[in-house]
């Protein structure tokens, strides 16, 4: 274990050693990629099975499933996924290919449209806003500046969103209509939200009555651990405190079978499915449902998903493992940067020492390795304290995510000091 530095000597020599050590890193021309949060081949072979779809193309109930229509999207993958999201079968409906786009499409339809509850449309607001709980997830953050929602900072705790910060401004503030939940292995902490703070969300007093949680449970099912965490029910709560139309539910499976090639399913109340469906009956004439009969046929069955799971889980956990390792080794009780060790999703998040994100991004680009821009877990690029690194671990092979991390782990230690010597 590494001490702090306790003199200036002790300082200089560390930033002198960090400063050699990234030369000689400079001069390897590396070309490391730790920036999106995506499955590596090995895990997308996996899936290569899905490709292959044997037997009638009907649905269980006979539908021929080459044909239009079905707009709530296939009953018997529904059935395999409402568990997991904690969405009754008849309220969730399995969409196309991304639950960002449904993302979207919740806040187009609610821009055009009324929402249930709903006074007007939300263009028809002098503002909307929208709670971001931060560090958060960027393609979030750039749907709000793409629809011109200001965005309002929340600061997050270990048990999810800072409740006090957000009941308080729910309350006060009609112009905010939303907030951005991952509730379950966050990205980028790996956070998972309290049994108190969901049942606080879905109890709240909130000034607009069209105010919605927008719950993206990307990472419902991506359990690092045997010990998978359990989520209060949203939906549930939602309606036992009389809120019943709060809640968007959204999920997928891009990181379940293939990312891009999968199903997304939003999931709500029965007025706000209604209403969804009343809005996207206009949009399409039914999913791809020759998708959704693979993917049915592929994981078969709930607990065939979370045998599939397992084994994603046993590619990617090494992985995790290897990053905690190597920042302990070159980092651990230096007091220049903390990390998550989360039990799932996609994400560590490195802390570094305030004002040095930016300056690690920067060296880490020079050694050639290639992280997720400082600031992106922020909304409008900007992380006040530029402090927060996040780093995507499943994509690279092993090797090379360890000779990145510890890579990246020079650059820390080497912007580090020189602040502290500064
Ligand atoms: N939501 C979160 C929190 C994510 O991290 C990601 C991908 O990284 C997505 C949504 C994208 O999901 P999809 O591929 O279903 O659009």
Redesign the pocket.
């Known amino acids: 274990m590494n001490a702090p530095a306790s003199t200036i000597e002790e300082l200089t020599a560390q930033r002198d050693r960090a400063s050699q050590e990234h030369a000689t890193l400079v001069a390897r021309g590396l070309k490391l990629d730790l920036t999106r ?1 995506k499955p590596s081949p090995r895990q997308l072979d996996l899936t290569n099975d899905l490709v292959q779809v044997d037997g009638p193309l009907t649905s269980a109930d006979g539908t021929d499933l080459r044909n239009y229509g079905g707009l709530q999207g296939l009953r018997e993958l529904r059935e395999i996924f409402s568990g997991e999201l904690q969405v009754p079968v008849e309220q969730l409906l399995a969409a196309g290919n ?4 449904l993302m979207h499409d919740a806040l187009v339809f609610a821009q055009l449209g009324t929402v249930p509850g709903g006074e007007r449309r939300w263009v028809d607001e002098p503002e909307v806003k929208f709670l971001c709980p931060v560090p958060g ?1 960027d ?1 979030h953050f750039a749907l709000c500046e793409r629809f011109g929602i200001t965005m309002v900072q929340v600061p997050m705790t270990p048990d999810g969103p800072d409740m006090d910060v957000v009941e308080r401004l729910v309350a006060e503030d009609p112009a905010v209509k939303g907030i951005w939940c ?1 509730p379950k292995y966050s ?1 980028p902490d790996g956070t998972v939200y309290s049994d108190e703070t969901v049942r606080r969300l879905a109890a709240m007093r909130t000034a607009a009555p069209d105010f919605r949680i927008f719950w ?1 449970n ?1 990472y419902a099912v991506h359990h690092l651990t045997d010990e998978p965490a359990e989520i209060a029910d949203l939906l549930a709560l939602c309606a036992e405190h009389g809120n019943p139309d709060r809640a968007f539910v959204f999920g ?1 499976t ?1 990181k379940i079978t293939f ?2 090639g999968g199903v ?1 399913f939003f999931g709500s109340s029965p007025a706000n499915v209604e209403w969804w469906l009343s809005c996207t009956s206009k949009r399409h004439i039914g999913p791809d449902k020759i998708n959704q009969l693979r993917h049915v046929r592929f994981l078969r069955d709930a607990d065939g998903l979370r045998e599939h799971m397992r084994q994603h889980a046993a590619l990617i956990r090494p992985k995790f493992e290897a990053v905690d390792k190597i920042l302990t080794e070159e980092l651990g009780g230096t007091g220049l940067a903390s990390w998550t060790k989360p039990a799932g999703g ?1 994400f560590i998040s490195l802390r570094v020492l305030d004002g040095c994100a930016r300056a690690v991004v920067a060296k880490a680009k020079e050694a050639g390795i290639a992280l997720t821009p400082a600031g992106a877990t922020h909304p409008y690029g900007d992380d006040p304290t530029d402090s927060v690194i996040r780093i995507a671990p499943t994509f690279p092979e092993q090797a090379e995510l360890e000779e990145a991390i510890k890579g990246l782990a020079t650059c820390v230690r080497l912007v580090c000091t020189e602040k502290l010597l500064a």
């Open positions: 949060g991304s639950s960002l786009e997830y393609r991952v990205n993206d990307a997928s891009s990312a891009g997304a996609y």
